[in-house]
């Protein structure tokens, strides 16, 4: 198993263009999430996903849209980069059962110019 | 929802007990504990959780009390590698991220 891949690892945008960062699992977990973690800071939920076809937000989600076609994606789409999107980002699925961990990606940093 | 209180950061001795202290007071009967912990700038990691019972894997231990309402953490023999951010979360299926504790592990 590969775990959580996020892609790209390295991201540069100028303020006003859009992108997707990308986050796949194969474990077959059902849940998914996105959070982003400022420098010095903590992490913060941004949208979350109980299983394909249902998103729901999270603590900080104005720029931000997701969708789940799919078990296994769950794609963060930045509509139109500001610098204040400038962060880590990182995508974390885990099983249903509560008696089970999320496991997280290794992240996307990405910076907003 | 469930919220819990950390102490910012402690010390602890490379080969002694780290011992990381957890208030959940307002924790409901079927919420379980997690434990994260994210060191320097990569993904968290998961650690251990539990629910009543103490637990115990190969990286920790978990006791809870028996009120349920604050648990700690035990590394058992801390290394240089297990300085990092620890978070304790009640809200596994949002898992809502608090402050944590910064252990640092000196030689």
């Known amino acids: 198993n590969a775990g959580v891949t996020q892609t790209p690892k390295f991201q540069v945008l100028k303020t006003g263009q859009s992108m997707t960062l990308q986050c796949a699992q194969d474990m077959n977990h059902e849940y998914m999430s996105w959070y982003r973690q400022d420098p010095g800071m903590g992490l913060r939920l941004i949208h979350y996903s109980v299983g394909a076809g249902i998103t729901d937000q999270g603590e900080v989600p104005n720029g931000y849209n997701v969708s789940r076609s799919t078990t296994e994606d769950f794609p963060l789409r930045l509509l139109s980069a500001a610098p204040s999107q400038t962060s880590v980002y990182f995508c974390?699925?885990?099983?249903?059962?509560?008696?089970?961990?999320?496991?997280f990606g290794s992240g996307t940093r990405l910076t907003v110019v | 929802d469930a919220k819990t209180t950390q102490p910012p950061s402690m010390d602890c001795a490379e080969g002694r007990a780290a011992n990381l202290p957890c208030n959940h007071s307002?924790?409901?009967?079927?919420?379980?504990v997690y434990w994260y912990r994210q060191i320097h700038s990569q993904g968290p990691q998961y650690i251990i959780h539990g629910l009543k019972n103490n637990e115990t894997n190969e990286m920790a231990s978990l006791i809870i009390t028996e009120d349920r309402k604050s648990s700690t953490l035990i590394l058992p023999h801390a290394t240089l590698r297990d300085t990092a951010v620890y978070y304790c979360i009640v809200r596994p299926d949002k898992l809502i991220f608090g402050t944590g504790t910064r252990l640092q592990v000196f030689p």
């Open positions: 974390a699925s885990r099983r249903t059962e509560l008696s089970y961990g999320y496991t």
């Open positions: 307002t924790i409901s009967g079927n919420e379980y």
